[in-house]
């Protein structure tokens, strides 16, 4: 009994670090088990007091009081196992980011098949607490304004004159373009759902990584390394598979696009669940009904993976038993979807009259969700200690881009007379 108790309290101290993050693990029995399969005692001991800001191999060695090469072998080993993120300098070195739970080292464990592991039990802990429990995915999904991941439109149902209006960032394809590194990898959502005997057939092989987070999946076998054509490749046969283009909510450096069903992914189970609180940043478009043309097939209803459309009686006195497509615009992502599944054409997608703020970077929008969920000092006083110099930089500059409400907010939320006075300075 007594060693129950002394892990748990390692696995209280790892989820503290872990609500550091701005979108939070809430406390629970399924996230202490879950938190055991991944990391075991001595590992969560050493996690739960790394920063959660990059750092190097030097830094985790000060705070753990060992040398630099005993430190940067257990880092590495953490890395292979996808709890930690190893980031490779220009000059040659790693920089290790400790990633939040999702989308993180949650995703990272179900993205491969793998032994060491046991992904049925962590796959039935997963649905425990992302399914059936509501506290995580409703503070991962609807803890404020800015969230965690954004909709990128089928670029091949918009019209030609609605396709100009389309910025770079927003196109999936221009992402897979764009990438310094990519990769694919499994579905988390359906490859847990599988264990838990609720998948769909939609494919599993089709979870894209980019960047940073795809050059360290792919160097620890997680992920399979694919160049721009067959990255272009698998976003297309998603799109023809009705799947919705997933990914996350930054313009710059976009680390992961999913190619989500309606019925396993976390993020459209959540859109249906918490609809009214935007639980995913929209696109520029919504799609419009031609009630002349609908033949009430439903099609796109069946297609909507959030419920945003419906059938609903034509009002037409010569067949009342006729239906239409009706859309409740503040459940539609935009995605494009139904377009595709419409046969008569009855559908077009229309820019909505006001675009989303998508934050230019990971710093950017940790600040904003940091900022939202009151954690704001947890970012700058990471371990009680500031960042790097740089990381300190990137953090007052997105806290200076704000509009001049939020950053009262901010200088509130982390009282430092440094920062106000450079708020003061700048404003």
């Known amino acids: 009994m007594a060693h129950h108790h002394a892990s748990r309290s390692v696995y209280d101290r790892l989820t503290e670090r872990l609500n550091r993050f701005p979108q939070g693990a809430p406390p629970s029995e399924s996230l202490h088990r879950i938190l055991a399969v991944l990391f075991g005692?001595?590992?969560a001991a050493l996690v739960s007091v790394l920063p959660i800001r990059p750092f190097t191999a030097a830094r985790a060695a000060a705070?753990?009081?060992?040398?630099?090469?005993?430190?940067?072998?257990?880092?590495?080993?953490?890395?292979?196992?996808?709890?930690?993120?190893d980031v490779e300098r220009p000059d040659g070195?790693?920089?290790?980011?400790?990633?939040?739970?999702?989308?993180?080292?949650?995703?990272?464990?179900?993205?491969r098949v793998?032994?060491?592991?046991?992904?049925?039990?962590?796959?039935?802990?997963?649905?425990?607490?992302?399914?059936?429990?509501?506290?995580?995915?409703?503070?991962?999904?609807?803890?404020?304004?800015?969230?965690?991941?954004?909709?990128?439109?089928?670029?091949?149902?918009?019209?030609?004159?609605?396709?100009?209006?389309v910025l770079d960032f927003e196109r999936a394809s221009e992402v897979v373009r764009t990438a310094t590194h990519r990769a694919v990898s499994l579905c988390y959502c359906r490859h847990k759902m599988e264990h838990v005997?609720?998948?769909?057939?939609?494919?599993?092989?089709?979870?894209?990584?980019f960047n940073t987070s795809a050059a360290s999946l792919v160097r620890h076998g997680h992920a399979r390394a694919v160049d721009v054509a067959e990255g272009l490749d698998l976003l297309a046969k998603a799109r023809d598979l009705g799947l919705v283009q997933f990914g996350e909510n930054v313009r710059e450096s976009v680390n992961f696009i999913c190619n989500c069903c309606g019925c396993c992914c976390e993020a459209m189970i959540a859109a249906r669940r918490f609809a009214a609180l935007s639980p995913i940043h929209t696109t520029a478009f919504l799609p419009e009904v031609d009630a002349a043309r609908c033949n009430g097939c439903e099609r796109c209803v069946r297609a909507c993976p959030v419920e945003a459309l419906a059938a609903v009686s034509a009002n037409d006195p010569r067949r009342p038993r006729r239906t239409v497509a009706r859309l409740d615009a503040e459940r539609c992502l935009g995605c494009g979807v139904c377009l595709r599944a419409c046969a008569p054409g009855a559908l077009a997608l229309r820019p909505r009259e006001r675009r989303t703020l998508t934050p230019l970077n990971g710093a950017h929008r940790a600040v904003l969700m940091a900022l939202e969920r009151g954690k704001l000092?947890?970012?700058?006083?990471?371990?009680?200690?500031?960042?790097?110099?740089?990381?300190?930089?990137?953090?007052?500059?997105?806290?200076?881009?704000?509009?001049?409400?939020?950053?009262?907010?901010a200088t509130e939320q982390v009282r430092s007379r440094y920062l106000e006075a450079l708020v003061r300075r700048f404003s």
């Open 377 to 409: 000092q947890d970012l700058v006083f990471d371990n009680r200690l500031l960042w790097s110099h740089r990381a300190l930089a990137a953090l007052l500059g997105a806290i200076l881009k704000l509009p001049p409400a939020r950053r009262l907010l």
């Open 63 to 85: 705070i753990w009081r060992t040398s630099e090469a005993e430190a940067r072998g257990t880092l590495d080993a953490l890395a292979a196992r996808a709890l930690l993120v």
């Open 93 to 111: 070195t790693f920089e290790y980011v400790l990633p939040p739970p999702m989308a993180g080292f949650f995703e990272f464990s179900m993205m």
């Open 41 to 43: 005692e001595r590992d």
């Open 197 to 209: 005997g609720r998948a769909c057939d939609a494919p599993q092989d089709v979870c894209l990584t």
């Open 114 to 165: 793998r032994e060491d592991v046991d992904q049925k039990v962590l796959a039935e802990l997963f649905y425990q607490y992302l399914n059936v429990e509501e506290d995580f995915v409703r503070a991962l999904f609807a803890g404020g304004e800015t969230q965690l991941g954004r909709t990128f439109v089928h670029e091949d149902v918009l019209a030609p004159e609605d396709a100009l209006h």
